[in-house]
């Protein structure tokens, strides 16, 4: 997930937000908050292991391992292998009520990190046919150290729990290897929010140019739809000497490229709503005079309304197949959808918000305006209502825009604000649990 421009969000304070009036909470922020605050040494030792030791996505096997053994020390019921590698952990309250998930992700990025940090990651290995270097570049690594740590809290609240508690640890968020399944989206379709049936669902996400001890969240549409488009310009090869005898799928694919970013600027209402198109990959030919018979081009498209988002999928179409036919050349357009929305239930959100103040401090809890990074935590908000929250992970007085965005090789966390995504987890949790009649 990309969340550069998390940092030039205009925000308004949480008191311009509605909420539900709520009954004294079952289980004091004082307690929640010293539970937490007893946890953060292994919090950070967790989230400084993983980082050193990240894994792509789909090969999570280390850290599931790792998951999983620190569960079953908890008494829990573990699950491991969902979704390949994934691990679900069920903590049954002694008291009967709902269903509540919280949910961590758990894979790396194909980045180098250069970070000197003790714990920095040197692992290497192969992606799409290059050797990378494999990095905690969006922060996974606290997530499920921060998860891990309000299982632990979770567990000491046992006895008085009104309900259960679903730990989800995802494989896969920022997607898998071409031709393999994975994520949330595998995770719903191999059933994680059934048996027993989850009620309502939470995550964060930590941000790295949100100052640490501030929380940020959006009711409705707070994330966008992400879509992966693919097309092949083929056209004919020939002597790079004699390109009159070829149909150049080189200069008709830079064409497209160019033609594409027309679709935003001249086609997308934006002032209705932000659309993003991104030609991330450019592929094609193996030498320096010779004209390839075909150019492949790989990007994304972020869309924050579905009526909007399905214009984009047929200007692509018809941009891409129309200069083409000009050329000469033809074109194969697949597009594919990664992510939906990331929408937080409003009604879910709004009863939630007073649970974000008791872990954050009022004046720490903002609502943002919607952002073109993607999650797909959105398929789990399909199913049941939702709530996806970010932690801030910056230095206190750091500037937002000198700091290494996420997917960066310099992408830095504060461990500080780890804590707070432990704290904001358990209330999450036990304010709906308590709240919420079955």
């Known amino acids: 997930m990309n969340h550069r421009y998390l940092s030039a969000l205009a925000v308004t304070l949480l008191s311009a937000a509605p909420a539900f009036a709520q009954t004294k909470p079952a289980f004091p922020a004082e307690r929640i908050a010293k539970l937490a605050a007893q946890q953060e040494a292994q919090v950070i030792a967790w989230r400084r292991d993983l980082h050193e030791h990240p894994e792509l996505g789909n090969q999570e096997t280390r850290t599931a391992a790792l998951v999983a053994e620190h569960l079953r020390k908890l008494g829990l019921e573990v699950q491991t ?8 952990a069920l903590l049954k309250g002694g008291k009967p009520g709902p269903v509540v998930a919280l949910r961590a992700d758990m894979d790396g990025l194909p980045v ?18 290059q050797e990378v270097g494999v990095m905690h570049a969006c922060g996974h690594d606290t997530h499920v150290a921060m998860l891990l740590g309000a ?54 996400h930590i941000q790295a140019q949100t100052e640490v001890g501030q929380l940020s969240y959006r009711p409705g549409g707070e994330m966008a739809s992400s879509d992966v488009f693919n097309i092949k310009v083929k056209g004919k090869s020939a ?5 009159w005898l070829a149909v150049d799928p080189v200069v008709t694919a830079a064409q497209i490229v160019l033609g594409l970013q027309t679709i935003v600027s001249r086609q997308a209402e934006l002032t209705e709503d932000a659309v993003v198109l991104t030609v991330g990959m450019v592929h094609g030919g193996v030498r320096n005079n010779i004209i390839p018979e075909q150019v492949e ?14 214009k984009v999928w047929a200007a692509v179409r018809r941009t891409a197949t129309g200069i083409a036919e000009s050329a000469g050349a033809t074109a194969e357009v697949d597009i594919v959808n990664y992510a939906p929305i990331t929408y937080n239930d409003p009604r879910l959100t709004e009863q939630m918000v007073p649970s974000l103040q008791r872990a954050a401090g009022p004046a720490n809890v903002r609502v943002q305006k919607a952002v073109t990074g993607a999650e797909d935590f959105a398929f789990y908000q399909g199913k049941v209502p939702g709530v996806f929250v970010f932690v801030g992970g910056m230095p206190k007085g750091k500037n937002p825009a000198e700091t290494a965005p996420h997917h960066t090789a310099g992408f830095f966390i504060d461990e500080s604000g780890l804590t707070l995504g432990v704290r904001t987890l358990v209330t999450l949790a036990t ?3 308590a709240a919420t009649k079955k």
């Open 239 to 243: 002597h790079g000497a004699y390109p």
């Open 81 to 88: 292998g969902v979704a390949r590698t994934g691990v679900v």
């Open 151 to 204: 299982a632990e809290v979770l567990v000491k609240m046992r006895q008085e729990l009104p309900g259960t508690v679903k730990f989800i640890f995802q494989p896969a968020e920022e997607g898998s290897l071409p031709g393999q399944e994975g994520g949330a989206r595998l995770m719903v379709k191999e059933g994680v929010l059934d048996k027993p049936k989850v009620d309502a669902i939470f995550g964060v």
């Open 112 to 129: 180098t990190e250069s970070n000197a940090l003790p714990f920095a990651s040197k692992v290497r290995t192969q992606y799409n046919g």
């Open 297 to 310: 081009l790989t990007g994304t498209i972020r869309c924050l309304n579905k009526e909007m988002q399905q």
């Open 431 to 433: 304010d709906y649990l």
